[in-house]
DNA sequence: CCTTGACCTTCCAATGATGGGAAGGTGTAC
DNA sequence: GTACACCTTCCCATCATTGGAAGGTCAAGG
């Protein structure tokens, strides 16, 4: 099957189908008598583990690791697990700062009179000289 | 003052002082005679919202309305709350996507033996061809 | 046979925020 | 006078993705 109809079938764009293959991400697709790329089955299923993986947060690197692992039929789950299990903490790490941006935004959100006035709460915490952290 | 020393003051890298200055984004700096760059107090106070305002997820093109907010004496607040809230809304929704990827996580590691055997869950999940999310 | 339109190919560039480094000029302290 | 810390500009890299240009290929229809 040409790219665009595996585009359609796994959700990754063509683009990103040659992309993942110039990084080494996917092996090469075979090529027809007129080069143009040519996908099977595997290679379909690859690239929806790939966008699943992608949808999950995974970074490519991880995916890369995590695709070793699928095809690798004596993988220890452990490992699997390992991978996951630091990107979540990544994930909850991350999340944690971005609740604390929201907190802080919406306190000042709440302080801020939203009218025609040029007081505001927001623009005075970031310009502030003498900065503290409202509590 | 130099450009090392405003980075000291502001917590801004002087190679981002230098970025921020390319971009538009703060003012030309004055040159000396040597053509070094020189602060004053009002670009150390622009420096230090810039880092603020960075700190709480705010893109550079978020940052520039914000200055441009500050230094305008007829601010109306409502427009600063405005840009507030749209980026807290955005950081919401990908607050919840990102929790949204933790649950899915958290579902198949917990399944997940994690020990020598190949049977790994996350795996099945990233590469089955009849995918359905886990409930 | 020729055109049109939809596909495919490769290559180059941009995004946003930041860091790294090279090559070269300047300032200061010993 | 020389060593070292600082400054300058310029280019490149990251990560994942998108966009476009320039050109080749294929199938349908006039």
């Given at each position: 099957?040409?790219?665009?109809?595996?585009?359609?079938?796994?959700?990754?764009?063509?683009?990103?189908?040659?992309?993942?293959?110039?990084?080494?991400?996917?092996?090469?697709?075979?090529?027809?008598?007129?080069?143009?790329?040519?996908?099977?089955?595997?290679?379909?299923?690859?690239?929806?583990?790939?966008?699943?993986?992608?949808k999950l947060g995974f970074s490519?690197?991880?995916?890369?690791?995590?695709?070793?692992?699928?095809?690798?039929?004596?993988?220890?789950?452990?490992?699997?697990?390992?991978?996951?299990?630091?990107?979540?903490?990544?994930?909850?790490?991350r999340v944690a700062e971005m609740?604390?941006?929201?907190?802080?935004?919406?306190?000042?959100?709440?302080?801020?009179?939203?009218?025609?006035?040029?007081?505001?709460?927001?623009?005075a915490d970031l310009g502030d000289?003498?900065?503290?952290?409202?509590?």
């Amino acid at each position: 099957m040409n790219i665009g109809l595996a585009a359609k079938q796994t959700g990754v764009s063509a683009k990103m189908i040659r992309h993942y293959e110039a990084i080494g991400l996917v092996r090469p697709a075979a090529r027809r008598e007129n080069l143009y790329r040519d996908y099977g089955e595997r290679d379909v299923h690859d690239l929806r583990f790939i966008r699943r993986a992608r949808k999950l947060g995974f970074s490519i690197e991880e995916i890369g690791g995590l695709l070793a692992l699928w095809r690798d039929e004596t993988r220890p789950s452990s490992e699997v697990r390992r991978i996951a299990t630091v990107h979540v903490e990544d994930l909850e790490n991350r999340v944690a700062e971005m609740l604390a941006m929201i907190a802080t935004l919406r306190r000042l959100i709440d302080a801020c009179p939203g009218d025609a006035t040029p007081d505001c709460p927001i623009l005075a915490d970031l310009g502030d000289a003498c900065h503290r952290t409202l509590t």
